[in-house]
């Protein structure tokens, strides 16, 4: 089945368009009428005439026109009933924001079989209940309840996200837009009494604006059918995870979080590894690993070149990189010769190289030309300080260029206050993947050489 | 020797005085004569008349006051003739900006060696060569040669950073002002020609408005002294180190960066435990670490209780914690059935509590009150998600209040966007200590853990 209509629909419905200001069904309408969404919008709101301009219907069955994503949003008593006229109107995708399923215990697992029943046999797709929904950078659709003062949405890009829990999925699309890193599609999935992580995936894999696709994980619903697909897809496209409910208190947490399974984490890491899975060890992590491949190529190998103005970082990220799956890259004597002409007298042509701190966006320009030359290198790790008297802005446009014209991966970073993030900020916009520190850059460049080995 | 003149000076002379903005010695004049520092400053320049409104001397000799501190940064070629002046001006503190010494290898190594010999029986106390020197937040010191606009100074604050790296240490001061952390003084030392960390270490451990040293340290100058000394400080105050040249890549960098043998890091690490020393694993956790603690008292056990109103971070939190020296603590029968009172009927009374999305500030305060009361519970860890409709501003009153009159420890994180860091950086002005992550919540926690196990 298509992806089409869940995420770029013509027409869709709000059920439970609330009046009053603060109520999700209402945020969520909003969304779709001031957030840009350009198909037809119906509200549905037996208690209203109209809300925000817009013409309250009585029911789905009264809208006149066909219906391809209807977005529920009514109290936990109601929800399968309105679900079942969804079913009944031949809806194509329902999102089931309403909570009170099986996450609350006996209850609401019997809500939860309920509604499982009332889909059986039939064409509607459901997404939730229990979640967030969709959000969609293209098509504007936007079914997030969450004020967008307090989330603020991210600009359009190559990197979608999936997400088991709501508070996760949503915190990461603001990190996204604060940072400016560019996301396709948001998708907080919620209980997955229908549509499963399986399905997200494939459909992802499918879409022609996502390069990468970034997963919260507590339990899949069906390991097996997980394993496989994901080694189908991550072939063609990164897949990135962050599977939380590790140990046992997380498993625990997990179990009364989302009414997982977290299941053994040494068969999730199996699984992962062997389907090309790269695991994300926190939240940061997940997107630091997400953009690396998002926006670079695999390397060739696993060798390093570090180019530094500030020393202190250059020793401490050879210690970072001794620690991961990646090795400092030993230069060529053609390398060093070349190094050796333009660094000052006491400047060393070994890796990582010191450029020292009176170093220009010019002589930086340089060593990074000399060192992506040399065939013992892989990968390049630009860190950049921008406190030195003579480093200034030109070093945004060097790496950009750099970045643009180099096959081998990048991972830049630079450590500092408001102007460093500027710049920092300058260099994402433009997919020069740029991390606040030099040890994220080394584990983004590993997540990259992982993604590489576990595809080949 | 008194660590006061170095720090707090009542007359200072800037050797080298630039008339050329961009220069070394015009910024460290100006960050004087501009920056807010109530002694006398006096300019040395023979080519000048006057620097920013400052009557230029032709020597040190010639300056008719007394002078404390004495920064030079004039060529390498005549800097070692300047530092002998001063000496024979019986001038208490030099701060040697210029570099050119033993980083250079032979040359100056021997410029180094005589460097000392001029020192040697003399009262003269040297900082450098090679460093950015001494920043103070309270009497307004400023060596460093980093204009103001790239490099933010922090606020007034109870934080100590000394660094052998200037690079580093001068990153960290940027990124602590991003923050809006506190800091005292910093020293970047450079060569250790004469005053070493050790010295600086046991200056800053008997320093009223210093709560908490954080240094970044390639090789220690003399190994048997530093832990001797540590030892004895670190149970008064403590002591966070960011070791770097723990590899091979990373000490072989480290030697041709500041010259340093970095040595086996199996002693270092030893060396730190028994003398009682935290260790920060990068520069992130160096901040992280340092400022839980700076704020927060030590705790009597290693048992962490979660609060959140974002699921998903719970689950991943009970994992960080059990990742660490840490426990997810057991609530006793009485907290659990207090927090059933207050949570909805799907919430759980289990650690990590889940406060549901829809949770406002007073429930969670209630959640807080209830679990911070439990005898099972050593240390506080809530996480906050503002995303949410019914979170708001009111939680960072909560937090504040609560960390006031809290013995137990607190480590609060929040993870999102612009919105989410503005409450971010109140609460850090308050000095609620607060994360960007769970996981960081939880590596400053257990490094207060560790502070206090090691120092009992």
């Keep these: 089945m298509s992806i089409d209509k869940l995420f770029n629909p013509e027409t869709v419905a709000i059920i439970g368009a609330s009046r009053e200001e603060g109520k999700v069904g209402h945020t969520v309408l909003r969304n779709f009428v001031e957030g840009g969404f350009s198909g037809e919008v119906y509200a549905v709101n037996p208690k209203a005439d109209k809300v925000l ?81 969709v959000w969609d950078a293209y098509s504007k659709v936007d079914t997030l309840f969450l004020p967008d003062y307090k989330l603020e949405r991210p600009p359009k890009g190559s990197i979608a996200i999936i997400s088991q829990s709501g508070s996760f999925g949503s915190s990461t699309l603001d990190k996204a837009a604060e940072i400016g890193i560019g996301v396709s599609r948001f998708v907080s999935y919620g209980n997955q009494a229908d549509i499963t992580e399986t399905d997200l995936l494939e459909w992802l894999a499918e879409d022609e604006e996502t390069e990468a696709i970034a997963a919260y994980i507590e339990g899949v619903k069906d390991g097996r059918k997980f394993y496989e697909k994901a080694k189908e897809l991550a072939e063609e496209k990164p897949i990135i995870v962050f599977k939380a409910g590790k140990s046992e208190s997380g498993s625990d947490a997990a179990s009364s979080h989302t009414g997982s399974l977290a299941g053994s984490y040494q068969v999730y890491q199996g699984a992962f590894k062997q389907s090309g899975v790269v695991e994300a060890g926190d939240v940061e992590e997940f997107f630091d690993i997400t953009r690396e491949l998002a926006y670079e190529n695999p390397p060739e190998g696993n060798k390093v070149a570090v180019i530094t103005n500030g020393g202190g970082y250059g020793v401490s990220a050879a210690d970072h990189i001794d620690e991961s799956d990646l090795e400092v890259a030993e230069f060529t004597e053609e390398t060093k010769e070349k190094l050796k002409d333009i660094l000052p007298d006491y400047g060393s042509p070994n890796n990582p190289i010191d450029v020292i701190g009176d170093a220009d966006a010019e002589r930086y320009e340089k060593a990074l030309e000399i060192v992506s030359e040399d065939p013992n290198v892989d990968m390049l790790m630009p860190i950049v300080l921008l406190q030195t008297i003579t480093m200034d802005s030109g070093i945004v446009e060097v790496l950009k260029e750099f970045n643009n014209e180099l096959d081998k991966p990048l991972a830049a970073s630079m450590v500092g206050g408001d102007y460093t993030n500027l710049h920092l900020q300058n260099l994402e916009h433009n997919q020069v993947p740029t991390f606040r520190t030099p040890k994220r850059a080394v584990k983004a460049l590993e997540g990259l050489y992982q993604y590489k080995e576990r595809n080949k």
Excluded: M, W
């Design 53 to 133: 301009g817009k013409k309250c219907y009585d029911s789905i069955k009264d809208i006149p026109e066909k219906i391809d994503h209807a977005i529920i949003s009514v109290p936990p008593k109601v929800a399968n009933k309105v679900v079942e006229q969804a079913v009944k109107e031949e809806i194509p995708f329902v999102t089931l924001i309403t909570a009170g399923y099986k996450e609350i215990g006996e209850k609401g697992e019997k809500r939860e079989e309920e509604l499982k029943e009332k889909l059986e046999g039939e064409d509607t797709r459901l997404l939730g209940p229990n979640c967030l929904g």
